[in-house]
C-alpha cells in the first residue's frame, strides 16, 4: 500500500500539494505515482516566474519505462523548483514526499477546495 499523508491535498493525476504557512504551494509526485513509474532518471521543472493555469502540464518526469507529464494543481505563478531533485533525481524513488519538485503562489486559494483529501485520493490510486 502507497503512503498517503493526512496532512496533503492530492490531485487525480497524482500530484501532492503541500500548503505553507506563507500560502504558497508544494508540489511533488505520490509515492504511489514513483511506484508506477519505477527509477526515475530525469526531471524537467518550470522556471521561477513562470504563470501557469490549473492542469497545466508544467513539468516532465521520466524514469526507466515512460516519460509523464505533471501538471498544476491550481493556477498560480512558479517561485521556486528544486534543483536538488533535477540534479538527484532518485530522491523522488527514495521518498516521493521529501523530493518535492517546485512550489507555486496560487491566483485563488480558494481553489485548493477542488483538490483530494488523503482518503479521496487513497480511493483514485486504489480504483
Not at 505553507?20 to 505515482?33: K, M, R, S
Not at 526507466?64 to 533525481?89: C, L, T
Request: glycine fraction near 6%; aromatic fraction near 6%.
Amino acid at each position: 500500500m502507497s503512503n498517503i499523508p493526512a496532512d496533503l491535498k492530492y490531485t487525480k493525476s497524482h500530484e501532492w500539494i503541500r500548503v505553507e504557512a506563507d500560502g504558497t504551494l508544494t508540489i511533488g509526485v505520490t509515492d504511489h505515482a514513483q511506484e508506477a513509474l519505477g527509477d526515475v532518471v530525469y526531471l524537467e521543472l518550470p522556471d521561477a516566474g513562470r504563470k501557469i493555469a490549473a492542469n497545466e502540464a508544467c513539468a516532465v518526469i521520466e524514469s526507466v519505462k515512460a516519460a509523464s507529464d505533471i501538471y498544476a494543481p491550481v493556477a498560480g505563478e512558479v517561485v521556486e523548483s528544486n534543483q536538488a531533485a533535477v540534479d538527484a533525481p532518485e530522491s523522488v524513488n527514495a521518498d516521493a514526499y521529501a523530493a518535492w519538485l517546485f512550489k507555486i503562489k496560487p491566483d485563488n486559494a480558494s481553489d485548493l477546495a477542488g483538490l483530494l483529501d488523503a482518503a479521496g485520493y487513497e480511493a483514485v490510486a486504489n480504483a
